[in-house]
């Protein structure tokens, strides 16, 4: 049995400490795991859900979507993982959000919880919501959104652009194909003569030059710039009034680049539409963005405006941030500036502030309790034990007081 | 296209040669040949001597078994096959292409019928498994292909018809048709519906054989393709899941899919050499049988080689079809 155990341990990785599961402790997870996901994929696939359990209000009727306190979990064999465990930002109609953070930190779960898309069945919106606003004014709590309502919105009112364009179109079906696709399905009366117009109205619009020949080409047949511009020409094909766009730029090389983000700022004017942008490129940030979120394991950590976050960062990860990234104002360095250390264990997260075991600044407290969110301004908020709840700096005190 | 194919045939030949060359040498080299099977009764009678043995055996170009004698005897063969000819049977005492096209056909639709029952009960398996991962359906349907795929033939084929035929009496044991049953002349029918169900037990076992290897495949692949980034696309236009599975995801799943079981096609015509000798069906796999454990040298080379033009043939229908579904993938 003792050798049993010890072939079966479950090893759990974190950066300051390393755990073994017992098989016991894997039955028990496997079992509550099971119990949970069952609850949750239930009440997912429930059938004629009436419209007032998931028509809502907004906050403020100026916004597209508002993220309020979301959780999404991963139900793994190791145990919970909080990919988001918490985060509350709003999407201003005709604004561009930006969301930043390493990787892992839970910016694509967030956007692909506004999209009803987490992998399943393991991953599941435990609590929060998530509100939508669409043309005629009408709010949707998409957390509690049944599938086949959801499908109408996902694709026509917001759509997506993935990073990879190279495994992000079907390889088997052509690019017109592909794209007509989406019109037939959300374009009322839509024939496959008008849906061929409109995706080649797109294509021309995404500044695609044989247009003819693109729209009965292959995937393969294209580049990874030219599939991400049939990528963006696909997501603008209904007006969307929200495009999310996941880290669109990553794979591409950067002549390219520059032309994909002028290229979404552009139709961003031209569809009046909102843009959920999610990068780890500040310089992308500060070209593109209006609003800024920062996140950290899972959690908001900063929020603001582009101004507030580039010229007067509150949260040491932010400061971190700023000063890791490369540009004119540090060329005296040798070396870049990096921030020591790993993000901690997604699994078992300790109850006190995230970046505690990676801050220079870390405090007693910090090593106690889990910071609130601090205000600022109107507009910016951080969640760290550096301030006050009034927003003043508590060492500046401290050195009035010595 | 057509240099591709030429080169591929011209290929096929020369792996052709190179199997026949070694199924001869292999062949002659058995310890008992044809002859001595025949006559090892009657020589320890004393009805007959050696040197009848010896005359016997010139006759049938058995007597020389030296090196250059098989080269010898290998190069006439392969001339007069290369004519077409492939010689008589010694068992069976007639031209070895009469015997092949004479057996072929009933072996062939045992083995398409099947092919057919695979696949039409083996894909749709795969698919709902694959997208019910992990459910109580996906785990029994896994348990009971991988109990079906790991079965011997021999051992299912008697199991069945213990069960079926002996037992419940709902099947015949053996053979093709009812021995005791005489039909009319011009009864068609009757005769075909007398074949049918003597053919219904060959058939179920090599559907069940066969139905959870399809079955693992689609799931595998299928599992493959949902995970893949262009699904997510696909789920992100707002395109319900019925389309992303069976539109989006299984016409990818369909390429190694379909290369794989459009080059088992020609293989049909093999035949099903212990299902056909269990259940006493005189297809191709059971003549070869016979044939083989005789040392009928003529038929053992044309079925092989028969079974090797197959098998050539089989590759190259895969690869043209690679082409046919995958718009990636040109012959060149």
Request: charged fraction near 20%.
């Amino acid at each position: 049995m003792g050798l049993l155990k010890k072939l079966k341990r479950g090893k759990i990785e974190g950066v300051d400490n390393t755990t073994y599961l017992t098989l016991k402790d894997e039955r028990r997870i496997s079992k509550e795991n099971n119990k949970i996901i069952k609850m949750y994929e239930k009440e997912k696939n429930r059938k004629h859900v009436p419209e007032e359990e998931y028509l809502t209000q907004m906050r403020d009727p100026s916004n597209v979507v508002e993220f309020d306190n979301l959780h999404t979990y991963f139900y793994t064999d190791v145990g919970t993982v909080k990919s988001v465990n918490g985060v509350s930002f709003d999407i201003p109609q005709g604004k561009i959000v930006g969301v930043v953070g390493e990787s892992g930190c839970g910016k694509s779960v967030t956007s692909l919880s506004l999209m009803q898309l987490v992998q399943g069945p393991t991953g599941q919106i435990v609590d929060g919501s998530i509100r939508y606003q669409d043309k005629e004014g009408k709010c949707y709590e998409i957390t509690k959104m049944p599938k086949d309502k959801m499908l109408k919105i996902r694709g026509k009112d917001i759509a997506m652009i993935f990073q990879e364009p190279m495994t992000s179109l079907n390889p088997v079906f052509k690019i017109g194909d592909q794209m007509d696709e989406v019109v037939l399905l959300h374009t009322e009366g839509a024939t496959p003569e008008s849906a061929k117009a409109r995706s080649i109205e797109m294509l021309n619009l995404v500044g695609i030059a044989a247009v003819e020949k693109i729209y009965n080409s292959y995937p393969h047949e294209l580049s990874g710039g030219m599939r991400q511009r049939v990528m963006i020409a696909m997501a603008l094909s209904c007006n969307p009034r929200l495009i999310i766009a996941d880290e669109p730029t990553t794979a591409l090389d950067v002549t390219i680049q520059a032309q994909i983000l002028e290229l979404l700022r552009e139709v961003k004017e031209k569809i009046n539409g909102s843009i959920m942008l999610i990068t780890h490129d500040l310089g992308v940030i500060a070209e593109m963005v209006d609003f800024v979120v920062v996140m950290y394991a899972g959690r908001i950590i900063e929020k603001g405006t582009v101004q507030e976050i580039f010229h007067n960062p509150k949260h040491p990860y932010t400061i971190g941030l700023m000063k890791s990234r490369p540009g004119s104002h540090n060329i005296t360095e040798d070396r870049l500036y990096s921030i020591k250390g790993q993000v901690p264990n997604p699994i078992n997260m300790p109850n006190h502030c995230y970046f505690y075991n990676r801050c220079d600044k870390a405090m007693d407290i910090c090593s106690r309790e889990y910071p609130a969110m601090i205000r600022f301004s109107p507009t910016h908020f951080a969640a760290c034990h550096l301030y006050n709840e009034d927003g003043s700096d508590k060492s500046e005190e401290e050195k009035e007081r010595r | 296209m057509w240099k591709y194919l030429l080169k591929r045939i011209a290929l096929a030949i020369l792996i052709l040669v190179g199997v026949s060359v070694l199924i001869y040498m292999l062949t002659m080299l058995m310890p008992a040949d044809y002859i001595d099977n025949q006559t090892s009764a009657a020589l320890q009678s004393g009805a007959m001597t050696k040197e009848d043995v010896q005359r016997l055996k010139e006759l049938y170009g058995l007597a020389d078994k030296s090196f250059t004698g098989i080269i010898k005897s290998y190069t006439s063969w392969l001339k007069s096959t290369v004519t077409g000819d492939l010689g008589h049977s010694f068992v069976y005492g007639k031209p070895v292409t009469d015997v092949l096209s004479e057996y072929i056909w009933i072996s062939f639709m045992i083995a398409f019928i099947s092919y057919i029952l695979q696949i039409i009960i083996g894909i749709p398996m795969g698919i709902k498994a694959s997208v019910n991962q992990y459910s109580a359906y996906d785990y029994s349907v896994s348990v009971f292909a991988m109990m079906g795929a790991s079965l011997p033939s021999f051992f299912l084929s008697a199991l069945l018809m213990n069960v079926l035929a002996i037992k419940l009496g709902l099947f015949p044991l053996q053979g093709l048709t009812t021995a005791t049953k005489i039909f009319a002349q011009n009864a068609h029918f009757q005769i075909f519906l007398d074949k049918a169900w003597h053919l219904v037990l060959p058939i179920s076992v090599l559907t069940l054989l066969g139905v959870g290897g399809t079955m693992k495949y689609t799931r595998t692949n299928m599992l493959e393709v949902l995970n893949s980034d262009y699904i997510r696309t696909a789920r992100a236009k707002g395109l319900s899941e019925k389309v992303v599975t069976y539109k989006h995801a299984f016409r990818n799943t369909m390429i190694p899919l379909v290369t794989s079981l459009s080059g088992m096609l020609p293989s049909l015509f093999g035949g099903a050499m212990i299902t056909e000798t269990v259940f006493a069906i005189p297809g191709i796999g059971y003549m070869a049988l016979r044939a083989t454990t005789q040392g009928d040298i003529p038929f053992i080379m044309g079925y092989n080689m028969f079974l090797a033009i197959l098998t050539v043939l089989g590759m190259l229908i895969s690869d043209i079809m690679y082409m046919v579904v995958d718009p990636r993938v040109k012959l060149s």
